[in-house]
Each structure stands twice: as structure tokens, then as C-alpha cells.
T-cell receptor, first 114, second 114 residues
Framework: DAGVTQSPTHLIKTRGQQVTLRCSPISGHKSVSWYQQVLGQGPQFIFQYYEKEERGRGNFPDRFSARQFPNYSSELNVNALLLGDSALYLCASSLDATGGYGYTFGSGTRLTVV | GDSVTQMEGPVTLSEEAFLTINCTYTATGYPSLFWYVQYPGEGLQLLLK?????DKGSNKGFEATYRKETTSFHLEKGSVQVSDSAVYFCALRDPYNQGGKLIFGQGTELSVKP
């Protein structure tokens, strides 16, 4: 079975631009969560979606948004990019919303804002 | 709110040395505790977990015991190898208060020299 896949793996954007990151969960997993990992720090929770509904939102500005599709894949959108948005963005999938059966992380998308 | 604190790195050890990475947590509920490992350029991999007080998680020679009285979940390994060089993250999940999100510590970088 394929693991959690994220695309693209790397990208470079200019301040003020918009970016869309994509995540495909493990087959059968209905929940997707997004995390931001700034260099040298632990991942910070951004969003969780389950069955296409938002189940949790971290302390991030409204420039960050996400959605989940009927096939359970997900997109994370960031508008009006700032230099401080440069980070590794991780997607994690789980069977249910509680994560009681565990999470599987993708390899991440490395976003650089210049 | 809930939080996780890890010992600062980097930790540098010689091969076959004993490893301890300290982790303490603050939570209002009854969290599950995790250790994740991140190898260079990769996402997070679950190393071990414990879901209730006095549980011991173990995997690949690593162990950690959930100590509610000291709110700790220290990671140990009796004899480290060069291949253990990575960044280690302690994390908690508190479904009754925080839903499905994971709260991570800042990470501890381990470097093992031959």
C-alpha cells in the first residue's frame, strides 16, 4: 500500500504569492491533519479534517485554509505569503478523527518564501 | 494549555553509549504519549507510544515509560548505533481536550559517532 503522499516535495515562492499543497492519505484513512515545522522546531498543528469537515484548527492566521475532498485527499492553501511561512509542511493521515489508531506522516513539502 | 518540553540538543554520543532524552508534559486530561523520529530530509516516523500511566512503549531497542506522578516520558536506549542519528520528538494527544491533534516538543537532535 502507498503511504501518505505529498506534493510538491519542494517549492519556492515570492512574498505575497499564494501556494497550494496537496496530500493523499493512506487508503482507508478518513482523516487528514496538517502541521507546520519551522527549522529547528517541533511541528505545529494547523488543521484537521475528517469526512470533509474541519475538526480542528490551530493558532494560524486566516491566510491559511484547507479542504478535504470526497476521496479524502486534502489541500492546504496559504495566501499572501510571508517570509515566516518558510517551513516544512507535513500531512498526517489517520483512520478516524481521534487518532486513536495512530497517525502516518508524509515526507512533507519544503516551502521557501523569498 | 497542554504542552511538551524536551531536553535541548544536540546530544552527541559514541556508538554503544547509553541514551536518555528527557521529556515532560503538561496536560489537563489523560493524554497518550508518543516518541517520533525524523531522519534528515524525511517526515516523522512513530517510534513508540504509551496510552496510560505506567505503560511502557518499546521498539527497536528504545523504551519509554509513562510516569503520571512525574509527568514524564523519557526515551532510553541501552546501546546506540550510528544509524540512530536523527531528531527525536516527544508528543502528546489529549483527545478529551484537544481532539485529534498532536502537540510536539521542540525536538532533540542526536548524533552518534563511530
Amino acid at each position: 500500500d502507498a503511504g501518505v503522499t505529498q506534493s510538491p516535495t519542494h517549492l519556492i515562492k515570492t512574498r505575497g504569492q499564494q501556494v497550494t499543497l496537496r496530500c493523499s492519505p493512506i487508503s482507508g484513512h478518513k482523516s487528514v491533519s496538517w502541521y507546520q515545522q519551522v527549522l529547528g522546531q517541533g511541528p505545529q498543528f494547523i488543521f484537521q479534517y475528517y469526512e470533509k469537515e474541519e475538526r480542528g484548527r490551530g493558532n494560524f492566521p486566516d491566510r491559511f485554509s484547507a479542504r478535504q475532498f470526497p476521496n479524502y485527499s486534502s489541500e492546504l492553501n496559504v495566501n499572501a505569503l510571508l517570509l515566516g511561512d518558510s517551513a516544512l509542511y507535513l500531512c498526517a493521515s489517520s483512520l478516524d478523527a481521534t487518532g486513536g489508531y495512530g497517525y502516518t506522516f508524509g515526507s512533507g513539502t519544503r516551502l521557501t518564501v523569498v | 494549555g497542554d504542552s511538551v518540553t524536551q531536553m535541548e540538543g544536540p546530544v552527541t554520543l559514541s556508538e554503544e553509549a547509553f541514551l536518555t532524552i528527557n521529556c515532560t508534559y503538561t496536560a489537563t486530561g489523560y493524554p497518550s504519549l508518543f516518541w517520533y523520529v525524523q531522519y534528515p530530509g524525511e517526515g516523522l516516523q512513530l517510534l513508540l507510544k504509551a496510552t496510560k500511566a505506567d505503560d511502557k512503549g518499546s521498539n527497536k531497542g528504545f523504551e519509554a515509560t509513562y510516569r503520571k506522578e512525574t509527568t514524564s516520558f523519557h526515551l532510553e536506549k541501552g546501546s546506540v548505533q550510528v544509524s540512530d542519528s536523527a531528531v527525536y520528538f516527544c508528543a502528546l494527544r489529549d483527545p478529551y481536550n484537544q481532539g485529534g491533534k498532536l502537540i510536539f516538543g521542540q525536538g532533540t537532535e542526536l548524533s552518534v559517532k563511530p
